[in-house]
């Protein structure tokens, strides 16, 4: 039974899963830990959570062009109508018009989670027909722009939303995406030059627009000099012929391994991953979509205290170079053999990182919940 001192809120997504590193483990808990909440949190199925003030509404997966993705839509609706949130948290422009009709019936405070600008990711990635992507984007830009009245506040997951979105207006709070790391989870940058593998790791969305090709081709590459490198692709990959042209790429390379399923990996999964790493690549193409967002997973390798093989985009370069966390390199030109000698000689997290951990983000989490459910 809820209770009633409490406020309900509740965090909803068509496709992130239920134990989702956003929506539970960093809202959800930061808000359940305040013990001025309880969490109701709707997604695909994911691994079971047990966690005071947080429940879990779970939906069975669907494909990304399922006609169950619309029904999805109704389900939530209906679980939402009936929990009759004082808050409603929403991290999907398709929730849109079930968010308003919460708010309709129920009376319902709205925060829109703002975790990608839709607008430039249709433009500039793969996951359209190329004739449709305008009237896609312009589509999903015009719903944000009608709905933003009657919502009472945004959370913006990158600090370049403030410029590129003027739906939101003055009514948004930046709540990056850093990562929950606690201190024994840091690794000690591995020091052993010697070590009979060199294991790099690729983690997060398999996609063209972040760079698993580019991963691909510079793991080849330094395994050629080096028949110590080995690469770990593990993620959620959306589209069938990437991951088949993926498969075709390194099945004659068995040190690449691909560990990708049709939902999305749990985090502790790649946590793992992380852990057993030497390096990370962060390999995005960088567009109009990804040139002023900070890519999750590098939250997560400098948190973790991963060293990180870095496309050469200069807002990412800085915020490395402060700890020297990263090799960079140029993906349309570069020496492997340099990237190599790097690798192996380089001194990594001479400081510890600042700027990564989610600790930071969670007194301003909660002051923007403090204001809307009064």
Same mark, same amino acid.
Request: glycine share 4%; hydrophobic share 40%; aromatic share 10%.
């Given at each position: 039974?809820? @209770?009633?001192?409490?406020?309900?809120?509740?965090?909803?997504?068509?496709?992130?899963?239920?134990?989702?590193?956003?929506?539970?483990?960093?809202?959800?808990?930061? /808000?359940?830990?305040?013990?001025?909440?309880?969490?109701?949190?709707?997604?695909?199925?994911?691994?079971?959570?047990?966690?005071?003030?947080?429940?879990?509404?779970?939906?069975?997966?669907?494909?990304?062009?399922?006609?169950? $993705?619309?029904?999805?839509?109704?389900?939530?609706?209906?679980?939402?109508?009936?929990? $009759?949130?004082?808050?409603?948290?929403? !991290?999907?422009?398709?929730?849109?018009?079930?968010?308003?009709?919460?708010?309709?019936?129920?009376?319902?405070?709205?925060?829109?989670?703002?975790?990608?600008?839709?607008?430039?990711?249709?433009?500039?990635?793969?996951?359209?027909?190329?004739?449709?992507?305008?009237?896609?984007?312009?589509?999903?830009? /015009?719903?944000?722009?009608?709905?933003?009245?009657? *919502? %009472?506040?945004?959370?913006?997951?990158?600090?370049?939303?403030?410029?590129?979105?003027?739906?939101?207006?003055? $009514?948004?709070?930046?709540?990056?995406?850093?990562?929950?790391?606690?201190?024994?989870?840091?690794?000690?940058?591995?020091?052993?030059?010697?070590?009979?593998?060199?294991?790099?790791?690729?983690?997060? !969305?398999?996609? %063209?627009? !972040?760079?698993?090709?580019?991963?691909? @081709?510079?793991?080849?590459?330094?395994?050629?000099?080096?028949?110590? *490198?080995?690469? !770990?692709?593990?993620?959620?990959?959306?589209?069938?012929?990437?991951?088949?042209?993926?498969?075709?790429?390194?099945?004659? $390379?068995?040190?690449?391994?691909?560990?990708?399923? @049709?939902?999305?990996?749990?985090?502790?999964?790649?946590?793992?991953?992380?852990?057993?790493?030497?390096?990370?690549?962060?390999?995005?193409?960088?567009?109009?979509?990804?040139?002023?967002?900070?890519?999750?997973?590098?939250?997560?390798?400098?948190?973790?205290?991963?060293?990180?093989?870095?496309?050469?985009?200069?807002?990412?370069?800085?915020?490395?170079?402060?700890?020297?966390?990263?090799?960079?390199?140029?993906?349309?030109?570069?020496?492997?053999?340099?990237?190599?000698?790097?690798?192996?000689?380089?001194?990594?997290?001479?400081?510890?990182?600042?700027?990564?951990?989610?600790?930071?983000?969670?007194?301003? /989490?909660?002051?923007?919940?403090?204001?809307?459910?009064?």
């Amino acid at each position: 039974m809820a @209770d009633s001192t409490k406020s309900t809120v509740v965090i909803a997504s068509v496709l992130k899963p239920v134990d989702d590193s956003r929506m539970y483990e960093k809202i959800g808990l930061t /808000l359940a830990n305040s013990g001025k909440y309880d969490v109701h949190v709707i997604g695909i199925e994911g691994q079971p959570t047990e966690t005071p003030g947080i429940t879990s509404h779970p939906l069975r997966p669907f494909g990304r062009l399922s006609p169950r $993705r619309l029904l999805a839509h109704i389900r939530i609706l209906l679980i939402a109508l009936r929990l $009759r949130p004082r808050i409603f948290v929403i !991290t999907t422009h398709e929730l849109l018009c079930a968010a308003l009709l919460v708010k309709l019936i129920r009376g319902s405070k709205l925060i829109y989670d703002v975790q990608e600008n839709y607008y430039w990711n249709i433009l500039y990635t793969r996951a359209f027909p190329l004739l449709a992507k305008p009237f896609v984007a312009l589509y999903v830009r /015009l719903k944000e722009n009608l709905s933003a009245p009657f *919502i %009472e506040h945004f959370l913006l997951a990158e600090r370049g939303y403030e410029e590129e979105l003027k739906f939101p207006r003055t $009514r948004y709070t930046v709540i990056e995406n850093k990562v929950r790391a606690e201190p024994h989870q840091r690794k000690t940058p591995a020091a052993d030059r010697g070590k009979e593998t060199i294991n790099l790791l690729f983690s997060g !969305t398999i996609a %063209e627009s !972040t760079g698993v090709f580019t991963a691909i @081709d510079l793991a080849v590459k330094l395994h050629v000099i080096d028949d110590r *490198i080995r690469l !770990t692709i593990i993620g959620f990959c959306s589209q069938s012929r990437v991951l088949e042209k993926i498969r075709l790429l390194i099945r004659p $390379r068995p040190f690449i391994q691909l560990i990708a399923r @049709d939902a999305p990996i749990p985090h502790r999964e790649i946590f793992n991953q992380i852990r057993e790493a030497d390096f990370g690549m962060v390999t995005y193409q960088i567009n109009p979509s990804t040139m002023n967002s900070v890519p999750t997973k590098l939250y997560e390798y400098l948190g973790l205290h991963l060293p990180v093989l870095l496309v050469s985009h200069k807002p990412w370069v800085d915020f490395c170079h402060r700890s020297r966390a990263a090799v960079v390199f140029n993906p349309d030109h570069y020496n492997a053999a340099d990237i190599l000698r790097e690798m192996l000689t380089g001194s990594f997290y001479t400081s510890d990182p600042v700027e990564v951990y989610w600790e930071s983000e969670e007194p301003r /989490l909660l002051e923007c919940f403090e204001q809307v459910r009064r």
